[in-house]
Each structure stands twice: as C-alpha cells, then as structure tokens.
C-alpha cells in the first residue's frame, strides 16, 4: 500500500466509564436487544440471556454499538470495530483515571522529556 491508500484510514479510540445505577432497566433492555436478534441461533441468545442477568459489563456490550457512533458521520464508511466491556474498580479521584493523562503525556514526549505510563491505563 501507498503512503496515500494508508492515510485514508483513522483509528479512533475512546475509552468510557459508564456507572450501572439501575442493573434492572440495563438487563431487561439487553435482553430486549437479545430477543430482538433474529439472526441470533436459539443456543446463542439461551447463553446470552445467562451472561446479561449475571454481569453488567455483558449486558452492557449487548447494547453498545460502534457503528450507531459514526453511521451519521457523512463522508466515512466503518472498515473495522471491535469493543470490549468488564466491570473495574474506579476512584474518579485517582491520578491515574485523570482526563488529560494522555495529553500530558504526549506534551512532556514533543518537549524531550520522559514520562512514566500511569497505572491502570490502556
């Protein structure tokens, strides 16, 4: 591939701390989404039922859906997805959740100077 065939594709990548404050009303619209599925074989959504009533995080990627964030977005076309969810122990006021990290970082990299990856990140 050319230099030009390669810029034409972006990675995205966002990482989001979603609290569960109704573990319920997030189970009963995964197993919603789940029972909606017809493309899904009977064994596939009996299995799939099972993961969303005993953990959140599951339910949670039954509902989450990379193409609803860009299929708006006019000029682009999704090459490629994947996403992954799993329940984390979160302080928001642990230095290592803070929001600019990643731009900190990449400001101590152009100016020389070396920095250490906080814990916790991906």
């Not at 682009?76 to 302080?91: R, V």
């Not at 400001?107 to 100077?113: P, R």
Request: net charge negative; charged share 40%; glycine share 6%.
């Amino acid at each position: 591939m050319s230099d030009s065939e390669t810029s034409r594709y972006v990675r995205v990548q966002v990482e989001l701390v979603l609290e569960v404050d109704d573990l319920e009303q997030l189970s009963a619209a995964a197993l919603d989404r789940i029972g909606a599925d017809e493309s899904m074989p009977d064994d596939e959504r009996a299995h799939a039922r099972s993961a969303v009533r005993e953990d959140e995080a599951e339910a949670l990627a039954y509902l989450v859906e990379p193409f609803d964030l860009v299929k708006e977005v006019p000029g682009i076309e999704l090459a490629q997805a994947s996403w992954t969810s799993e329940l984390i122990d979160y302080d928001p006021d642990a230095a290592e959740w803070g929001l600019d990290e990643d731009d900190e970082d990449d400001d101590d990299e152009e100016a020389g100077v070396e920095g250490e990856v906080g814990a916790g990140r991906v």
